[in-house]
């Protein structure tokens, strides 16, 4: 979306003669010819990155460490990058909400001994599902009493697809939900015992944070900004590869998992260093 808005907003800042600000998400670059697009569209959505970043902006906050670096590659001068983490709801996402975890697990049908570790999101080209739905036979040859919740979006329409036919063509054992409204979806990840993000690539990271901050243990993969932003009990494993996939399940499932100190990302702190930035411009 940043992309979308980033030309109209550089023509109405030059003919306005006011400062600019681009919010940078994650760049990609060579990546784009990684994650399965056809090579006419991984050329032309590169071309349109490529567009977009070539124009100068006044100040560029970074969503992570990892997206900073990614433009400072692309020659943005350091004095205009900013790192700025996104916030998460606490309130929401709070570690404390267990009580409809008996609930939500009998009417998933999933038993008290039954290991659940879980999905949410959209099936987008870079979050990597495929490889997790690819991973059950494994994991379940290793922990037989496990089961996958997957909380699936259905757009893009393609990729929601491709994953449910493999799911039907190799009889999987997955528990597929439909998306849930954003109150109910800290509730499943108090049902599950393990949060898996697949991903390719990451900006930020919401979904790997917000189970951080519920205290549930991660399987993500070594990619973006997840290194950078996971906390308190997780394992970290290479993308695009089902067996480490499944063997960073059963390592949680062993409790043979890293553990660090839990990182908050604060809307507040967000916030306040939005308006640094934002005086900064003004006052020069």
Not at 171 to 189: A, H, K, M, N, S
């Amino acid at each position: 979306m940043t992309y979308n808005g980033a030309l109209p907003a550089w023509l109405a800042s030059k003919i306005n003669r006011k400062p600019i600000v681009m919010m940078a998400h994650e760049v990609l670059g060579k990546k784009w010819y990684e994650f399965g697009f056809n090579p006419f569209a991984a050329i032309l959505y590169r071309f349109f990155e490529w567009s977009v970043l070539s124009l100068k902006y006044d100040a560029y906050p970074c969503n992570s460490k990892n997206t900073m670096k990614s433009l400072k590659e692309w020659g943005i001068p350091v004095e205009k990058l900013h790192l700025i983490y996104p916030g998460i709801d606490y309130k929401l996402f709070d570690y404390r909400k267990e009580e409809k975890r008996q609930k939500i697990r009998e009417r998933l049908g999933v038993k008290d001994n039954t290991f659940l570790y879980m999905y949410h999101g959209r099936p987008g080209m870079i979050k990597g599902i495929e490889y997790l739905v690819r991973s059950v036979p494994e994991i379940k040859k290793r922990i037989p009493k496990s089961r996958l919740l997957l909380i699936l979006a259905k757009k893009p329409a393609g990729k929601y697809r491709e994953i449910t036919e493999i799911i039907q063509k190799e009889d999987l054992d997955v528990i597929l939900v439909d998306p849930l409204p954003q109150e109910e979806l800290p509730y499943y990840i108090a049902a599950s015992d393990c949060v898996v993000v697949p991903s390719l690539n990451e900006g930020f990271g919401f979904t790997c944070v917000e189970a951080c901050a519920m205290r549930k243990p991660v399987v993500a993969t070594n990619v973006g900004s997840l290194p950078e932003v996971i906390s308190g009990k997780y394992v970290i494993v290479e993308p695009k590869n089902p067996e480490e996939l499944a063997t960073g399940v059963e390592r949680i499932f062993k409790g043979e998992c890293n553990k660090n100190d839990e990182k908050r990302y604060e809307w507040e702190d967000t916030i306040k260093k939005h308006i640094v930035v934002y005086t900064k411009l003004l006052e020069n």
